[in-house]
């Protein structure tokens, strides 16, 4: 069974940086693909923000500011946030999905595992 915890948000300013974790348990991170997805305040539907896996993607609003890696010795998938926006804020989820070359990586309907997500709220 896989199960990811996040961790790493906070309440920082605009312009700050912050890095998420999400960390495994059962699971190799290397051989999935993993993506970050959010949910900002009011909205139903988590938002595609990254995925890594055979490759990497990004989201157009994060591209050039976020950047998702993996450290493999600590099975931890990491997204450095940088120049961070005030809408930006949002929880956001780790999830993965076994599919390592997915096509379907921002459809958050494919991914099966999902943390329980860390709030990031950033202030102007």
């Known amino acids: 069974q896989l199960q990811l915890v996040e961790s790493g948000g906070g309440l920082v300013q605009a312009g700050d940086s912050l890095r998420l974790s999400c960390a495994s348990s059962?699971?190799?991170?290397?051989?999935?693909?993993v993506g970050w997805f959010r949910q900002a305040p009011g909205k139903k539907e988590r938002e595609f923000v990254a995925a890594r896996g055979g490759f990497i993607y990004y989201s157009d609003s994060v591209k050039g500011r976020f950047t998702i890696s993996i450290e493999n010795a600590k099975n931890t998938v990491y997204l450095q946030m940088n120049s961070l926006k005030p809408e930006d804020t949002a929880v956001y989820y780790c999830a993965a999905q076994t599919q390592y070359y997915s096509r379907n990586f921002n459809e958050e309907g494919e991914y099966p595992y999902w943390g329980q997500g860390t709030q990031v709220t950033v202030s102007s």
């Open positions: 059962g699971r190799t991170l290397s051989t999935l693909n």
